[in-house]
């Protein structure tokens, strides 16, 4: 490309020169070959002027007299009625040019000029146009290869960043070239840069968080496989069954959770629900991986609360609380339930060292964990929260007390129960 640029820019200023200069050589011709003609004519009327000023004088004509009045370069022949003709100058060879005038008495004057002057002139003409047109063209290629430096360069630059978002590297470059046109291709480039990196972001984070949130519900529906599998009671299998459904179910929730919320996290669902079914299903769920640890879970507060959310979200909600006290927490969990203002509240706290100092304020950044664990529960957690209308917040940090804040809902005598939120 940066050889078309400049072999189109010196085409075009090739035959720029070649139209005007051809047309200045020939106006130049002409303009030269007329002036010298005019100048012949006009010594040939000045000498028939001087001829007769000194025939009227009666004065001598001669030789000398008229070699006065004729240049150097110029031949001159003066012809008198009854006399010889007088001659001034070398008669030129070759091609001429001649200029004759007569005065009233018959008086003729003949004055001629070699056209080699002519020829000179024009050539000294034509050396100017040429050294004109030379500087013409090495600017124009100059300003050619400037040009299309500035151009293909931004071109390999945005084809640069194109192969770069192609291979997989979505950061913008925000540069920018001074061109309008390249501009906004780079602008597009760039808007294009971060709406990938946004994608590969949530592509991600779902993956991460469904990895994370999956792993609870596949570990309790493996161990009522393995209950089934084991037994040979019809009843048992029959129950075990039925709680292995139950968790399928709850697996679905939180795989279509999980899409809806990496759609877009704020997008919720929330209805009236009774609190008590998911923290009983919770603790019935999480009690015996406390057992095993010799730990205890237990329930407090008020009961019958109705609240505002997402059921299933809760529970996730609820289960990354459980087990985050499970694995870094001590002692006994306890969830307790109360209300304040228009908000139902679930406090989870446990009996272990609490949240570090200097984690506190992060505790719900993605990738913060004070011990070795993945850092994400917390921050899914406080995304399902906030997708009801709820939140999730770090009451106190030693002993650690969690609070999820749902919509409580207004009895009144008068209107049904409506959510608060």
Do not use: C
């Amino acid at each position: 490309m940066r050889r078309r640029l400049i072999n189109s820019t010196l085409a075009v200023v090739l035959v720029v020169i070649a139209v005007f200069g051809v047309s200045l050589v020939i106006v130049e011709t002409r303009t030269i070959s007329s002036s010298a003609q005019e100048s012949v004519e006009s010594e040939a009327l000045r000498l028939v002027s001087v001829v007769e000023s000194r025939l009227l004088g009666e004065e001598r004509i001669t030789e000398a007299v008229l070699a006065e009045q004729v240049g150097d370069a110029r031949y001159a022949r003066v012809e008198l009625p009854g006399r010889e003709a007088i001659e001034v100058g070398d008669r030129p060879g070759g091609s001429v040019i001649r200029a004759s005038a007569e005065g009233d008495d018959g008086e003729r004057v003949t004055v001629e000029e070699s056209r080699s002057t002519v020829t000179r002139e024009v050539g000294r003409t034509l050396l100017i146009i040429g050294a004109v047109a030379l500087l013409a063209i090495v600017s124009a290629v100059l300003l050619a290869v400037r040009q299309a430096n500035k151009l293909t360069s931004p071109l390999t630059d945005l084809a640069e960043t194109a192969e770069r978002l192609g291979s997989g590297d979505p950061r913008p470059r925000h540069k920018r070239y001074g061109v309008a046109e390249l501009d906004r291709v780079a602008d597009v480039l760039d808007a294009s840069a971060e709406r990938i990196a946004r994608m590969l972001t949530a592509e991600r984070r779902l993956a991460a968080d469904a990895s994370h949130q999956l792993r609870t519900p596949l570990t309790a529906l493996s161990m009522r496989i393995e209950e089934i599998s084991v037994t040979d009671d019809p009843d048992t299998v029959k129950e075990e069954a039925n709680i292995a459904l139950t968790q399928v179910e709850r697996l679905t929730d939180v795989v279509e959770r999980l899409l809806t919320n990496s759609r877009d996290p704020r997008t919720g669902s929330a209805v009236v629900f009774d609190l008590d079914e998911v923290i009983k299903q919770q603790v019935e769920e999480w009690r015996p991986a406390y057992r095993s640890a010799g730990r205890a879970l237990v329930r407090s507060g008020k009961h019958g609360l109705p609240a505002v959310g997402t059921p299933g979200a809760v529970a996730q909600v609820l289960a990354a609380l459980i087990e985050n006290s499970l694995m870094h927490g001590g002692g006994t969990v306890a969830l307790r339930t109360r209300v304040t203002g228009n908000q139902v509240v679930i406090e989870v706290t446990d009996e272990g060292p609490g949240v570090p100092a200097d984690l506190g304020a992060r505790i719900f950044e993605r990738s913060i964990s004070g011990r070795n664990s993945t850092g994400i529960g917390l921050a899914v957690a406080r995304d399902l929260a906030e997708a009801d209308g709820g939140r999730l917040e770090l009451l106190q940090q030693q002993p650690p007390v969690f609070a999820l804040f749902l919509g409580a809902v207004v009895r009144s005598r008068s209107e049904p129960e409506r959510p608060v939120r």
